[in-house]
């Protein structure tokens, strides 16, 4: 027989949805102790189904909401995980971010996100203030901290970074095939005739950005294609560095048929810049981008791109700190890429 749940005496916030419920005030209501109390929370007791509904009925009409950070701590965590992106405001990284944020709110814990800037000193410093308030993992996007230190940091809690191969205990890694990728986005605009293709560089010191202009020179050599140094132009993954980029060529009257960029940001900038030198597209130059970010959908014309699952990224690198926080190795496969073309390519007309 379920016994009545007795109702916990009246304290001078009774009635506020703003007051404190107590583990002790369920207790009380549910004539059980607080530890039983407890225990129930935890999925650890060993009690009759009669307590446990008891408890169930104090906890609904209590209003008991438990606390994550005092059941964390009593287990020795804080269900908080540190998340390092590189800039709040990047439409990739925001993609990841709410993956990132599903999947770990799916799990218990809470992310705390924190920019790395693209610096390193600033990475070093958000990685010490989510130390500070004792995060129970890191997850670190396309972090620019050395392997060495990465590692170092993986002996005192887990560690999961995207944008590199590594492989130490405690740590998992995600790398997404850039170099793939960018080969096939080159043999595509290879393969509608285009020969004279400009390649706008991404920041020297990204890892990806080194991988995808391989991608795009290994492309070039397989076909007997040279490779012109003057269609080379360096960007820094901004929209204003792609417009610049294009402008650049047009003025030095570099020919060029077809643009490359390594991500769509600059690939949108690149768009902006032949738009304002009334240069059509696709239909005097092809633009193709890196990311496939929504945005790209709706830019005139619709941008052809390599898609990289950025809210997937973001699952799996979630999913991987919480097998890691389990004690668990993950076993995870990032997609292959995938080239998504649209109207920003065509043909190439140039004899």
Not at 129 to 158: F, K, M, N, T
Request: glycine content about 8%; charged content about 20%.
């Amino acid at each position: 027989m379920i016994r009545r749940v007795k109702p916990a005496p009246a304290s001078p916030g009774a009635g506020d949805p703003a007051r404190l419920v107590t583990i002790d005030m369920v207790a009380r209501a549910a004539e059980v102790s607080p530890s039983t109390v407890s225990r129930i929370l935890n999925g650890t007791a060993v009690v009759s189904a009669d307590k446990i509904k008891a408890v169930e009925q104090a906890i609904r009409e209590l209003g008991y909401v438990p606390n994550p950070v005092a059941r964390g701590l009593a287990g020795g965590r804080t269900l908080s995980v540190g998340v390092v992106t590189q800039t709040l405001d990047s439409p990739f990284y925001g993609s990841a971010l709410r993956g990132i944020e599903a999947e770990l709110l799916a799990a218990g814990y809470t992310p705390l996100f924190i920019s790395g800037q693209w610096n390193e000193r600033e990475e070093q410093h958000s990685i010490s203030v989510l130390r500070a308030r004792r995060v129970d993992g890191i997850i670190a996007l396309d972090a620019r901290l050395s392997d060495e230190a990465l590692i170092a940091l993986a002996r005192d809690l887990p560690v999961v970074v995207t944008g590199r191969s590594l492989e130490a205990p405690n740590l998992a890694s995600l790398c997404f095939d850039n170099f793939g990728g960018a080969r096939q986005a080159t043999d595509y605009l290879l393969d509608l005739g285009h020969r004279r293709i400009a390649f706008i560089t991404g920041d020297p010191e990204h890892q990806d950005a080194l991988e995808r202009q391989r991608g795009y020179l290994g492309a070039l050599a397989e076909r007997g294609v040279a490779a012109d140094p003057r269609l080379i132009i360096p960007g820094d993954y901004r929209e204003p560095s792609g417009t610049q980029a294009v402008l650049r060529l047009l003025k030095q009257r570099v020919d060029f048929t077809a643009v490359f960029a390594a991500n769509d940001q600059m690939a949108l900038g690149a768009l902006l810049g032949l738009y304002q030198k009334h240069v059509s597209v696709p239909q005097q130059v092809s633009v193709m981008g890196f990311d496939d970010l929504q945005v790209g959908q709706y830019s005139i014309p619709p941008l052809s791109s390599v898609h990289q699952p950025g809210l997937e990224t973001g699952r799996l690198a979630a999913r991987a700190m919480s097998a890691l926080l389990e004690g668990r190795r993950p076993k995870l496969r990032m997609p292959t890429p995938r080239l998504v073309v649209r109207e920003s390519t065509g043909r190439c007309a140039a004899p």
